[in-house]
């Protein structure tokens, strides 16, 4: 596992590095690592979840779409009736 160093941290974001990582009970090393594994990785976990989730995805032909709104577009009308 390779060491990155990071040089020139404002005391500012030291102090709210070490405050963060302490209130996730981490070393200050921990959380700079989860918070680049969240942020560069997440893509990757994205790509995944959506191969999975893709059979649920654009199932519907054109035909289907449309008869779905016409069944729903009486949900998009306010009838005052209903308000009282």
């Known amino acids: ?4 160093s990071i040089h020139g941290i404002s005391p500012k974001m030291e102090k709210v590095l ?12 921990g959380f700079i690592k989860e918070i ?8 990757k976990k994205a790509d995944k979840n ?4 893709k059979k649920f995805s654009n199932t ?11 069944a729903t577009s009486d949900f998009e009308q306010i009838h005052p009736e209903d308000l009282k």
């Open 50 to 53: 959506k191969k999975y989730f």
């Open 18 to 29: 070490k405050d963060k990582a302490k209130e996730k009970h981490l070393s200050v090393s």
């Open 1 to 4: 596992m390779g060491t990155i």
């Open 36 to 43: 680049l594994e969240n942020s560069l990785l997440r893509k």
């Open 60 to 70: 519907w032909t054109e035909t289907e779409y449309q008869e779905f709104n016409a």
